[in-house]
């Protein structure tokens, strides 16, 4: 088990190592522009853009520049915006993600706890219009882009029907501190998470309830039932307990594709100063650095909650743990 | 079709079974009707455009409609507070005539959603053939021929599967979108619609090149390849003849699948200002426009949106149908966003 571990370790970091040296060339060495005139953003002045080729060293080799640019995001953590003159980037990216795990872990527990009860519901009355009914509205959530779903909430929530009785208590957009206003920070947080959870709890549903039926067909259920189990206990204990191990590398990938992807676009929808917004705003002004330093953190993090998936994973299934 | 189908059925190939398999499964079928309809109907855009008399790329601040025989303007002097603003016409529901309304500029929503519909369209499409191209040869190579081949592409892979596909395709769209990239052979400009398509096509090739990978890595241990090599077939002849066609049915289940979320990844790049550029439209930059005009003029967000959904919605049924027909044991499954 300590072998599968430190290879997984070891794996992660490579692919660090690797997602690094990629942002570094995708926004240093790409042909078609000179780089400092990108970094620079829109109509720079002279002295901005060799401010730039200062900053960055565009004079030096490469392997120079790769390690100017990983000391100023990881040691020194003085990577200033040339848009926004001055401006520290590394300190704004780490202000905004408490919003963004805010919103992230919330939809998350939601889709964990709705996809389950959907794909066990549906499993359970396999072939009645139960089941195809939770089926069809798990398309239909699949398929909905989630800023656009994000939209609608707020068309529905914030201005048609605000003044009914359903919607009088969503607050305007925008975020709260957890630690200075609780309610606040649930009340504004709780339209955005069921926006986000919608596609997942379709998809985990669908996967879970493809999974359960699979796993009612195997041999140990057989034995199970001639055990003279009830229905509910088979399904809990035994069907449910092998999917799961699907459903928790699932939930890994998703949760990665969610921080560097639909959490971004909620956040844009619903105005929460996250990661994301954050992005987005820096992609309005065309301003690299906010950009760099947002997608490198940013994806540290989904390697690095993928690679403690894996570790639960490890934990959980017996046969990948003496491999 | 049903020519096809019977004639096929007399020798009972493979792909005939599967076909018929396929037309006997009503949902797909009803789904594969509509997606046909929406193509054919956003290809009509220009036409539609000519015969509804207006041009969806131009401001028409000033234009008028006639609505119940009176000439109303396009843009309302807005009521509110100091009467400053403008709101554009609601739809009227007549096709041919702001049937959705105007946009904040104007410009006939109706006719850019069919012409946002033919870019959307065809970034996907196009996407989709790069990606399972560069793919599938990526697949073919790591998997047959191993060794440092395939450690370099494999973890070239690991990095790509790893780098989550929206941050990617921002870096990339950022980085190129102001300037375009020129490259000797391929100058793109910036704002041509390659962008977005070169783009999408690479950020998802490591979801398809893994299976095929793994896939080709087994046939190669196979007995028939074994035989074919011990033969002394080349090379090339045994990756075209005899493993290519072992791997045909996992790609063909991909293409709706990846339709679909090559169309939301566009979708959602437009929405970011990163994708399809000003004045050109798609689905993703036109629910960007109505974004403004939200809770005034829905609609303007509301139809690209529903426009998505549903293309989205009847290519993922048609994939599911096609895996079925196929094979109806495999589980192939791509995340969505």
Redesign the interface.
């Known amino acids: 088990m300590l072998l599968a571990l430190i290879r997984r370790f070891g794996q992660m970091i490579f692919v660090m190592f690797g997602i690094s040296v990629l942002v570094f060339l995708i926004f240093f060495v790409t042909p078609g522009a000179d780089p400092a005139a990108r970094i620079a953003g829109r109509n720079a002045s002279p002295e901005t853009l060799e401010a730039v080729r200062k900053s960055f060293g565009f004079d030096q080799p490469v392997w120079v520049q790769y390690y100017t640019l990983m000391k100023k995001l990881f040691v020194t953590q003085d990577l200033t915006s040339f848009v926004n003159r001055g401006w520290k980037v590394v300190p704004a990216v780490i202000d905004t993600i408490p919003v963004t795990l805010s919103l992230v872990i919330g939809a998350a527990v939601l889709w964990v706890i709705f996809g389950l009860l959907v794909g066990l519901i549906a499993a359970a009355t396999r072939g009645s219009w139960i089941d195809k009914s939770l089926m069809a509205l798990g398309l239909i959530g699949c398929a909905m882009p989630v800023y656009w779903l994000g939209e609608v909430m707020n068309l529905i929530t914030q201005s048609r029907y605000h003044d009914s009785w359903m919607f009088s208590w969503v607050p305007p957009l925008g975020y709260k501190p957890l630690t200075e206003d609780p309610k606040g920070w649930f009340l504004t947080l709780v339209i955005p998470w069921i926006t986000l959870s919608i596609l997942y709890i379709g998809l985990y549903g669908r996967v879970l309830r493809a999974n359960l039926i699979e796993a009612m067909q195997e041999d140990y259920i057989r034995t199970a039932r001639a055990k003279g189990l009830s229905e509910t206990r088979i399904m809990l204990r035994h069907a449910l307990r092998t999917s799961l191990i699907s459903f928790v590398t699932l939930f890994g990938l998703d949760f990665g594709a969610l921080v560097g992807g639909a959490a971004l676009l909620t956040e844009v929808v619903f105005g929460l100063q996250g990661v994301g917004k954050l992005t987005y705003d820096a992609l309005q002004n065309l301003d690299l650095p906010v950009i760099m330093t947002t997608v490198i953190y940013a994806s540290f993090f989904v390697v690095l909650a993928n690679a403690l998936v894996d570790v639960v994973y490890i934990l959980l299934d017996p046969r990948v743990r003496s491999a | 079709m049903s020519d096809a189908v019977a004639s096929l059925r007399v020798s009972r190939g493979p792909w005939a079974t599967a076909l018929r398999r396929l037309s006997r499964d009503k949902a797909a079928m009803v789904c594969l009707a509509v997606f046909i309809l929406i193509v054919i109907v956003s290809l009509l855009a220009p036409a539609y455009a000519s015969w509804a008399n207006t041009d969806p790329f131009r401001s028409t601040l000033d234009a008028t409609v006639m609505i119940d025989g009176q000439e109303i303007p396009v843009m309302e002097q807005s009521t509110e507070g100091l009467g400053l603003g403008y709101t554009p016409i609601g739809p009227t529901w007549e096709l041919g005539n702001y049937f959705l309304g105007a946009d904040n500029q104007g410009r006939d929503v109706m006719a850019r959603l069919l012409y946002g519909g033919r870019n959307s369209l065809l970034i996907a499409g196009a996407s989709t053939v790069i990606t399972i191209l560069v793919a599938t040869i990526i697949g073919l190579a790591a998997g047959f021929f191993g060794g440092v081949t395939d450690t370099i592409l494999s ?2 892979l ?3 599967w ?7 395709a ?3 769209s ?3 979108i ?6 000797g052979l391929i100058t793109l400009e910036a704002g041509s619609l390659w962008l977005p398509i070169f783009i999408i096509g690479i950020v998802y090739i490591p979801y398809i090149a893994r299976p095929i990978r793994g896939q080709v890595l087994a046939l190669r241990r196979s007995e028939f390849v074994l035989a074919a090599i011990g033969l002394g077939v080349p090379e090339h002849r045994i990756l075209l003849r005899d493993i290519l066609p072992n791997v045909s049915t996992t790609l063909i289940v991909f293409v709706p699948l990846m339709l ?1 979320i090559n169309m ?1 990844t566009e ?2 790049l437009s ?4 994708g399809v550029q000003p004045p050109d439209a798609s689905w ?1 930059t036109i ?1 960007q426009d ?2 403004g005009l ?2 005034t003029r ?1 609609w303007v ?2 139809a ?2 529903l426009a ?3 293309t ?2 009847v290519l ?2 048609l994939g599911d149908g096609l895996r079925d027909a196929l094979d109806p044991r495999s ?1 192939i ?1 791509l ?3």
């Not at chain 2, 790893?162 to 990617?168: E, G, I, M, Q, S």
């Open positions: 973890r070239i690991d990095v790509l790893a780098f989550p596909v929206y941050l990617l921002i870096s990339l950022i980085v190129l102001a300037h375009g990239i020129d490259l679909a939301l979708s959602a929405f970011l200002s990163i993703g629910i109505g974004q939200l809770y829905p967000a509301l690209p949106g998505i959904a549903l989205v919605l993922n049924v589980k499954r995340g969505g966003d």
